[in-house]
């Protein structure tokens, strides 16, 4: 055995509920668990390397389902502002600063936040993503779902009016499709990348493209990740191409879009009988809780989606707008945005929310068989959590385990301090094994420094409401 | 000079937006503030200390506006029930093991947990508020606004209807009111402690009692600080006591006890109008975005109030329900959800976050004059914020100073790494100067474990939805 960690409360996530053990251990040999039970039951002696989990929780690693974390330079860049204004006028000036490196910066930064939170899978969702995890992931030894974003839609949009029609490119989405196809290729047989298919939204590419992404998907078992329903600039687009009555859902629908091999992020602009009917098809759902409500005013539906049966996660999209992807403090406001949105202090418990990090993304991302529960077997993506701390004080067992509620709602993301991915220890103690984290700063300070001052004039010029806050002195 | 913090962002708070100083410095002289402006114009070298505030926000202390801290051994106790449910079945089971002693407990525990996110000055209402400011916050040289509870109603209400009329005790409201008194003499001339008269609500007090505080409050120069409008349960008494038409802040407008000296907690049960006439009156408002959320699946009016002209500022109330006492995530919970109760992402930006828990805190509590922003003369209240973070990174200062949205945003509130009260260094580096946090957690848990199970069986026969929770593996 390589790893064994002992006197801790396990959360398994096997069966309905939390699946907790007592006084447990946990055995990983190489990149698998090879010991789900109580510590009496382990000969952990034998091990290379013990964990004392007294006043812990050891759980299944989080699952970050839906995230873009190349844009990471830009935290704090594009806040506050409507709706309409944050893509172009907030977020756009700088983004046409960004280097392929300045991705890669990004990407870093994001995931080593991440890691420090207690993710251990992220689902990224990138154009040229295979950069990311062949600079990032794989050096950094990280779980990464490789999204390529396919889309056919010419990027010069700025001067379109909402209610103007896209222009399709056919050329531009076959050349995404190849590039999405050749990551298959190069991370075959890779244990810590799978691939899906990115096609960005209804709006972005034509229906024959959509097919022809399923049948590749069919043919190599894997699935279709898209941006679905995300509101007011969508529904235009497709009202306008398909006609009036038309919604995104009714197109995917009568085009056999719709099954089990979707996941749709975001799909807040759906009724209540599309919802039961993505459910119905086995479509799986992503919402970003922080990231929907902080740029468009709205609480992604994962509660309801829970509600209706259907397999729901989360993700954290982007550094700008939610300002971070700590999956832990997305927890939080899963639960809390959904009481509210709900005049519901009972909706969206606790154990929901860390079903939606933990097995839920793993079923959503069809990675269940191997990860999203402690289960011998599986891999071994493992964190640890140290309750001793003021903010989780007290740890109280009996008549009720408080420490599964404070963990969604007391807990910062700071207090994981072991993280272990494919059986291999990538933070100790709270310390990162092999990787210096302020070198990594220092980069990405001295790159942002240079894009925003690069963009300063764009930015000022297209006069989104930041420039006004800024010129009162509130930024 | 005995502190200097120097090559820092200030943030002052003086003035209506955030005077920001780049490159600022703060001089400290014994209890107050000696200096503020750039680090070129203080010379810093004749200081007994100096603090290197490179890449980091040196700001007044978080005002944490209303709280119980006394219940904190019960965090993760009572979560995730129906409103109905949450004082009497889920709280309730547990209160009545809780010893004098645990309150103490609890409060040391909930202040060094609100120290360590950057919390200074806590307003804490509590019965018998006296022991805890003895016992805790003098210990550890905190300020406290202490506020003691008064109420007139018998304890004893578990048979009433929530239509039955509570019984009034004149003989327990004078007694509260001595002891209210004696708080003024016992810590007159405290450079920590103020003091405030605590009235319960309108349904725990009769006017009469009321008018007899608020007179001793004009002798004393001192404000109310009262529960108001809190929904239902109230809602019910009020109409039975008054008529079928009365509202809570009808009854306190009629009476002559709306006015400047009212520190009004929640409010959530108010309208339009009513809300307008106590901006008019000069009520002061304090919100509690998590505890109200979790516990009503409301979400407090804070932006509203702000909008309107009212001075508002922000509470934890108590561990159990909102999970914490950190008033950083505080400042995120109340942005993000008055946006989505809007539908408006602009709503309650960053800046009116921050200025809710320093500046906005200090007008509500009437300490303005010393503390709540950093200006020559006021009382060293001082946190600085390292944002050389991953979850802080960038930082940028042009165009814009992305560090505000993420201070917000982004913080944990375990980047605060120097604490400093009435010129005191609490915090230095992250670690406490003399106390000693490991010895507190273990007496907490020592203590919680006997009253939870000591509780057990009045918390099953109470049989709250957290029962069945547990029953189902969920808890």
Chains 1, 2 share one sequence.
Not at 43 to 59: L, S
Not at 341 to 355: C, F, G, M, R, V
């Amino acid at each position: 055995m390589d790893i064994a960690i002992i006197n801790t409360w396990l959360m398994t996530f096997s069966g309905k509920a939390l699946g907790i053990i007592s006084n447990g251990a946990l055995g990983i040999e190489e990149d698998k668990i090879s010991y789900v039970g109580t510590t009496d039951g382990l000969n952990y002696k034998q091990a290379d390397k013990v964990i004392d989990g007294t006043d812990h929780i050891t759980m299944p690693g989080l699952i970050n389902s839906h995230t873009h974390t190349g844009v990471t330079l830009l935290r704090g860049g594009a806040q506050d502002l409507p709706e309409i204004e944050w893509m172009n006028k907030g977020l756009g000036p700088f983004m046409k600063w960004l280097t392929a490196n300045d991705h890669i910066i990004g990407t870093k930064l994001a995931v080593l936040e991440g890691l420090r939170s207690g993710t251990t899978t992220f689902a990224e969702y990138a154009g040229f993503v295979s950069k990311l995890v062949k600079q990032v992931y794989l050096p950094f030894n990280v779980r990464v779902v490789a999204i390529e974003t396919l889309n056919e839609v010419s990027s010069d949009r700025a001067h379109l009016k909402p209610t103007d029609l896209y222009d399709f490119d056919g050329a531009k989405g076959s050349a995404a499709l190849k590039r999405a196809n050749d990551i298959f290729q190069e991370f075959k047989g890779n244990k810590l990348v799978s691939s899906m298919y990115g096609p960005q939204a209804l709006d972005f590419c034509s229906v024959p493209l959509l097919l022809d992404i399923q049948q590749q998907a069919i043919d190599r078992g894997c699935k279709l990740h898209m941006h679905v329903a995300q509101g007011e600039r969508e529904r235009l687009q497709i009202t306008n191409r398909f006609g009036k009555n038309q919604t995104t859902i009714k197109i995917l629908e009568k085009n056999g879009l719709l099954s089990d091999r979707l996941v749709a992020a975001h799909i807040h602009d759906t009724s209540v009988d599309e919802r039961s009917l993505m459910v119905k098809r086995g479509v799986g759902m992503v919402g970003c809780p922080s990231a929907i409500s902080m740029i468009d005013g709205i609480v992604p539906p994962l509660g309801h989606y829970m509600k209706l049966g259907g397999n729901a996660a989360i993700g954290t999209d982007q550094a700008p707008g939610p300002g971070h992807h700590n999956m832990f403090q997305e927890m939080r406001m899963a639960s809390v945005l959904t009481k509210v949105i709900n005049k519901d202090p009972t909706a969206l418990p606790p154990w929901e929310s860390l079903q939606l990090t933990t097995i839920g993304g793993a079923r959503v991302l069809g990675l269940d068989k191997s990860i999203g529960s402690l289960e011998v077997g599986k891999r071994a993506d493992i964190i640890t959590i140290n309750l001793k701390k003021l903010n989780l004080t007290p740890i109280v067992e009996k008549p009720i385990r408080n420490f599964i509620p404070n963990l969604v709602y007391s807990t910062t993301g700071n207090e994981v301090d072991n993280v272990i991915i494919n059986g291999n220890q990538i933070i100790s103690n709270n310390q990162f094994s092999n990787i210096d984290e302020l070198s990594i700063i220092k980069e990405a300070n001295k790159r942002a420094k240079i894009i925003f001052e690069n963009a300063a004039e764009d930015w000022i010029e297209a006069g989104s409401k930041m420039v006004s806050y800024h010129q009162n002195g509130f930024l």
